[in-house]
């Protein structure tokens, strides 16, 4: 079994604050998805990462592939209460059937 | 565009039950994923499908069944459901390996409770 290790798994901080998220891997991935997760909902994509060393921009959320194109990190500036909820990554390959492997996730709570 | 519809969104069983979770898709992907996801956690992989008549185990497949007749369904079935079947179930597809960049397509989960 191919894992992917993200941390931390819970964050709780004040809005205003930066925080960074982790994830990491033994095995090379075809790309790499981010996804945010809401209560009661399926996950949402917020960006994929292909190129080793890519690093992408979504507003306040910096999103960066590893130079090996195993591990990832996604940073957001000044939380906000919305960013609240659960990020997941998760490798992809364009082998094996196409089958993407999940982090077990990191649940941000942003506080007012 | 409807993307992917499960059914039924909530459920509870009774030890020893069995149903049918449904899944269906409207934009012609191959691949479709069944994922169980536990409180807190991130996804385990059931069982997948790469094409209509096509089907393979994942990660956790024991306790489950699936089948593929068509591109746009993809039904699990769980044959006599077990306390530790409690999860919330996501559907996924994706276009195939040739087409997108390997994201994942979800439905809005059914969440199961066997009691």
């Known amino acids: 079994t191919q894992l992917l290790e993200q941390s931390p798994q819970f964050l709780s901080i004040q809005e205003g604050e930066n925080l960074t998220v982790y994830c990491n891997s033994s095995s090379v991935f075809s790309s790499l998805q981010w996804y945010r997760q809401e209560p009661g909902e399926g996950p949402v994509l917020l960006v994929t990462v292909v190129t080793g060393g890519e690093v992408k921009k979504l507003k306040r959320l910096t999103f960066q592939f590893g130079d090996a194109r195993k591990d990832s990190s996604l940073h957001i500036t000044a939380a906000q209460p919305g960013d609240t909820g659960l990020y997941l990554c998760a490798g992809a390959r364009n082998t094996n059937a196409g089958k993407s492997t999940f982090g077990d996730g990191t649940t941000l709570t942003v506080k007012p | 565009n409807a993307g992917v519809t499960q059914t039924p969104k909530f459920r509870i069983l009774k030890i020893g039950q069995s149903m049918t979770l449904q899944c269906t898709q409207d934009?012609?992907?191959?691949?479709m994923y069944w994922y169980r996801q536990d409180p807190g956690m991130g996804l385990k992989l059931i069982y997948y499908?790469?094409?209509?008549?096509?089907?393979d185990k994942g990660e956790v497949p024991n306790g489950y069944n699936v089948s593929r007749s068509t591109t746009e369904d993809f039904p699990l079935r769980l044959e006599l459901a077990a306390p530790s079947q409690t999860s919330v179930y996501f559907c996924?597809?994706?276009?195939?390996?040739?087409?997108?960049?390997?994201?994942?397509?979800f439905g809005e989960g059914s969440r199961l409770t066997v009691l």
């Open positions: 996924a597809s994706r276009p195939g390996l040739a087409g997108g960049s390997g994201e994942l397509f």
């Open positions: 499908s790469v094409g209509a008549g096509i089907t």
């Open positions: 934009m012609n992907h191959n691949y």
